[in-house]
């Protein structure tokens, strides 16, 4: 009997063999060198691992898969320009076997489904197109030209274009995603949903109120030239390993570092840079003079709370704020002022958790600085009050003016390599008029002003059975998105499910009646096309725009790209009803980008900036205090303190990512920064909390989620003991994201509230 959909989209509930030890003070160095000569030597070629390590991040070279840190823009390391985890991503995508017809014919997909994410992804790369007809058991192969027809057949009989979703994944580069979404708009939707509604859509929101531009203000060279950086809700160790060599720079140029976050994570504590002898032999640099153990959630309160000290201060000596940026840049002061004054310092101290003595260190470090840089991730943007957390940081930055001046501003931590690229190029479910103008000026065609669907809606739309089609550009939605079971019954329901991938993923196994896996190119591999190997091109979180092209030979040779699936797709569903010669495009990605100039601001003379070797810098006006908003300048926010109270037996949940693990994707089972080998069904604990409630190292527990009377569970959890504020607990997900509601995300942004879970712990 065939698995329930639920049942495919769990990850097993079984244990490996959990060791716990202490967690180290020290990232990266000798233990970072070991760990990636084990996966490099077990997962790829040595020819292939020796040319990768050569070309990644480097100018002319290709771009990482993983994270979407910038590469310096002058000189660069001759011994790599990666990291630890970039070498994990390198090896999971350049895999030294590959799976095809044999393989699923060998394993059902009820059997592929009880394998552990890590098993699912080591199985191999991707090597052909493969399609499961409905009441199969296996997936068969099937040509190309067969899928795209079925495919466009699928989209061809909705009663309306609103009932396809297309989802996007980050890893898709600017020439890709730009197609994609234009095909979607010809077609007749705007039902674009990506990775970014997960992750950072509430530090859109966020920065377009205040500051007019939903990105970053600043560039490497401002970290490094800061004197103080404050890292809140973010794991750059884990995440964003090479942020660490950034960090390093500001230390030894004399700035100061705060970490805000429930857990101390080693990364941050000190960092010894493995490419550099003098430091493997003298153990490092220190990174953090303070760390803040906020209590999750209590992000604002802290805020808050240094905001009334400063005020304190201003107020005593009248040189704290900047006067004179605030009076001619901002919009808002008084009243801004004035809701401050409504709180009471002492209770927002605690409720953030935090000491008296900790918030002295870091007062002080604030007090006489003003080239302050705020850098952030999703410990901050998945909470139900995620805006008001990010806008109450700029609140500070204004303060001080420290907003588009060298060394000072914001900084966004995105997460994959190009998940802010696509945004820039269109993939947006909810994009600017100007942007639709352009391209009905362009092609001839009205795309529908209506917005369409964000990750949640897409779900919740699936589910009711108002979307029937569901067609994923890259990435794994099922392990991604939040309330496991109620998306994989969704997905269920579609008549057809299409997932673009490098390599199999948990979502493949979680179909519609029927279901495609298209396989394409990785980063690293040569893109062969009638005009010879194609360039593309990717934007990294501070908005620089640079080229990439691979190095490798494709690990199939039925394997096409991105760019190739896109436009084979909207040829065969759109047909001689499109305005647009979808084929030309893929055999000369320039002509891409010459419409992406014609279309999308800020990429003037894109095919001859491309080649400039460090890229170029897309406009930004919160960079040079041109602030677009609709006031005109930069506004200050009134944000209010979280409203929620845990019942004695309550906790508040975070899920977290392990050190091997980049976002859903899962290297191996250690999670070496925070002591944890060989398991990933943990819940991170305070002892305290252990104590009351009689649970002891390692006891199996089940974990119970409820919101809005309705009840999640998440069994076969073993518990660790670890330095978590009271009353807080961790997860990793996917593991955990059955417990997070669908409905429990943040305002106006509708990122899931995958930081703030209330839950209780029983034994099992």
Not at 532 to 550: D, W
Not at 618 to 647: C, D, M, V, Y
Request: net charge neutral; glycine share 8%.
């Amino acid at each position: 009997m065939s698995s329930s959909p639920q049942d495919k989209a769990k990850t097993p509930e079984t244990f490996s063999n959990l060791k716990v030890k202490t967690p180290p003070k020290n990232s990266a160095g000798i233990p970072g060198l070991t760990s990636v000569i084990g996966q490099v030597s077990k997962y790829m070629n040595f020819a292939d691992a020796l040319k990768v390590s050569r070309k990644l991040n480097q100018k002319g070279g290709f771009d990482c898969p993983g994270c979407a840190w910038p590469d310096p823009d002058d000189e660069r390391s001759m011994l790599g320009e990666y990291c630890e985890n970039g070498m994990k991503a390198m090896a999971e995508e350049v895999q030294n076997k590959t799976i095809g017809a044999d393989f699923f014919s060998k394993y059902s997909v009820d059997e592929l489904a009880s394998w552990s994410d890590f098993e699912i992804g080591k199985s191999g790369r991707l090597a052909e197109p493969m399609y499961l007809p409905e009441g199969a058991t296996h997936y068969q192969p099937i040509s190309w030209e067969e899928a795209f027809a079925k495919v466009g057949a699928h989209l061809n009989t909705l009663d309306s274009p609103d009932e396809a979703v297309f989802y996007t994944s980050g890893r898709t580069t600017n020439e890709a995603a730009f197609l994609y979404q234009l095909f979607v708009r010809e077609f007749g939707t705007a039902n674009l949903p990506d990775c970014s509604n997960m992750c950072h859509e509430a530090s859109g929101k966020a920065l377009s109120e205040t500051l007019g531009i939903g990105k970053g203000s600043v560039t490497l060279d401002d970290l490094y030239k800061a004197e103080l950086v404050m890292v809140v809700g973010q794991n750059p160790g884990t995440n964003h390993p090479r942020m660490l060599t950034a960090l390093e720079k500001c230390k030894k140029n004399g700035g100061k570092i705060i970490s805000i976050n429930p857990l101390a994570e080693a990364g941050l504590v000190r960092f010894t840079d493995p490419q550099n002898p003098l430091k493997l032999l003298t153990g490092g640099t220190r990174l953090t003079d303070v760390h803040v153990p906020v209590t999750i959630n209590g992000d604002v309160a802290f805020f808050k709370a240094v905001l009334l000290k400063l005020l304190e201060a201003e107020e005593q000596t009248g040189d704290v704020f900047d006067k004179a940026f605030i009076n001619e840049f901002t919009h808002g002061y008084d009243s801004f002022i004035e809701d401050l004054k409504q709180y009471s310092f002492s209770d927002c101290l605690q409720i953030s958790g935090v000491s008296r003595d900790v918030f002295d260190v870091v007062f002080d470090l604030i007090l006489n600085r003003d080239k302050i840089i705020v850098c952030w991730a999703m410990g901050l943007t998945q909470h139900e009050n995620a805006v008001d957390n990010i806008r109450e940081l700029v609140n500070l930055l204004l303060l001080k003016g420290s907003i588009g001046k060298e060394g000072a501003g914001t900084c966004p931590v995105r997460g994959h390599s190009n998940v802010q690229g696509d945004r820039t190029v269109g993939i947006w479910e909810a994009a600017p008029q100007k942007f639709l103008d352009k391209i009905e000026a362009k092609y001839g065609f009205k795309p529908t002003s209506e917005h369409g669907y964000s990750v949640i809606e897409a779900i919740k739309a699936m589910y009711e059975k108002k979307a029937k089609v569901f067609f994923g550009l890259g990435g794994n939605f099922i392990s991604a998105v939040p309330d496991t079971l109620y998306s994989a019954e969704a997905l269920s329901n579609c008549n057809l499910t299409v997932h673009v991938s490098t390599k199999l993923n948990r979502s493949h196994l979680v179909t519609g009646k029927e279901a495609l896996i298209l396989p394409c190119l990785g980063r690293a591999e040569k893109d062969y096309q009638k005009t010879g190997v194609q360039i593309q091109s990717v934007e990294n979180s501070m908005g620089v725009v640079s080229s990439t092209k691979g190095i490798l030979e494709p690990c199939s040779n039925a394997l096409i790209s991105e760019v190739a699936v896109v436009c084979g797709v909207a040829h065969a569903t759109l047909k001689e009803k499109s305005k647009i010669n979808w084929l030309q495009y893929q055999d000369d990605y320039n002509l891409v980008r010459s419409d992406i100039e014609d279309v999308v601001d800020g990429f003037d003379d894109y095919n001859s900036k491309l080649k400039q070797p460090s890229g170029f810098y897309l406009p930004n006006g919160a960079r040079i205090r041109q602030f677009h908003t609709k006031t005109g300048k930069a506004n200050f926010s009134i944000n209010k303190l979280p409203s929620w109270e845990l019942k004695k037996d309550q906790l508040i949940m975070m899920t977290i990512r392990s050190h091997d693990q980049f976002n859903t994707t899962i290297y191996g089972l250690n999670d070496r920064y925070r002591g944890i080998f060989n398991e990933r069904r943990v819940i991170l604990m305070n002892r305290e909390d252990m104590r009351v409630r009689n649970l002891q190292e390692q006891q199996v527990v089940n974990i119970q989620s409820e919101f809005k009377g309705v009840i999640r569970k998440a069994e076969q959890f073993k518990v660790v003991g670890y330095d978590i504020p009271k009353g807080c607990c961790a997860t990793y997900f996917p593991e955990a994201n059955m417990l997070v509601a669908l409905d429990s995300f943040a305002h106006t942004a509708k990122t899931p509230a995958s930081k703030s879970v209330i839950v209780t712990v029983q034994a099992n």
